[in-house]
């Protein structure tokens, strides 16, 4: 088809670039129809904002925002807000995308969207911080809402900066509105799980990983880059598991020990330490590259967008990559992974854990209601696990890597969806 060319790749480290590369592979091999490609590639709205704050020292700084509404196909926009000072609208248009098809791969009723706002929380007050995020809702009073788009955490911000928006919106509506975000404190109509939900979808995704590849847990080893909320949970489930957890990392560095880390002892000492592994002891201290390259059953990279590049993909020595960060593995790495035999468990499917449990939470408000934590983890294991077979099933079918069989799979049923609804 003449109208999908395969997208030359301009800046090969630009998650947008990445995610259009692998959406144009995808379509291709699904053969959809030209203007269906248009229809799922170009985001539905875009709103850049600019958020005056007071700053402690007295005086106003100017914060720019994004929202980007990539898809309401199959319902309400869905994905976090992110607060980091590299954010950029690219890379939220990527990060909107992916939600689309994130949510499209577990079968949840969302589109997908993704906000940000460039700023650097960890030199900001929490007054400050609140005044941002306060500011930013009432800038997008008209973007969310319950049936219409509805924000969670992701990198920079947590359940603190959700109950900050839900107070603000429901302020400005004149009464209590809980389902306009998730992934707030459970005493504000949180739910249970979800804190933990985006790092069990990882180690469910990598124990079904194993299966395929025949790895016993109890005889693999494992190392995790990025010990925040995604890492660190990830990392404590499959040590529950068996799984010999060898290095862990944050910003600080990387942290190796071949004979495994106790990961809850790890946790704890990073409550401990202001939330950083910086002088964690019984560990030998490596960068965050070197614990890529580590010989290791299984690696799960769970801190940013494109660690994994063309320059270290040949020196990686995991048999199973289980993605717990959006976007980690760069196009231009995808065809070296694949060579290697490396069984990759993309993003779109392995980190959807978290929005899973955040329809749980959009569920309970909805009702009134609370579910049981083991309600919650018995139902959003079992999504995960059927996705991760489906998607399975899907690269045998169509003969290719798991990665571009997530995005068959989601780019088939968005598509399916338009056609019952139709356009104009
Ligand atoms: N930020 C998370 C993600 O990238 C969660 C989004 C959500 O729960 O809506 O999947």
Redesign the pocket.
Known sequence: MAYIEPAPIKDKENPLESMMSRFDEAARKLGITEEMYYILKVPYRQVTVGLPVMMDNGKIKVFEGYRVLHSNILGPS???IRFDPAVTLDEVKA?AA??TW?CAVVDIPYGGGKGGVACNPREMSVGELERLMRAYTVAMLDVFGPDKD?????MGTSPREMAWLMDEYSKAKGMTVHAVV??KPVVLGGSLGRVEA?GRGVMVSALAGMEKLRINPYKATCAVQGFGNVGSHAARLLFERGVKIVAISDMTGGYYNEQGIDIEEAMRYVEKNNKSLEGYAGAEKISNEDLLTLPVDILVPAAKEDVITEENAHQIKAKLIVEGA?GPTSATADPIINSKGILAVPDILA??G??T??YFEWVQNRLGYKWTQERIERRSDRIMKDAFDKVYQASLDYDVPMRIAAYIVAIDKVSQTYRFRGGY
């Open positions: 869905k994905g976090g990060l992916w939600m994130k509805i924000p969670a955490p992701d998730t992934g985006t959006n980190n959807a978290g929005v449990v955040s």
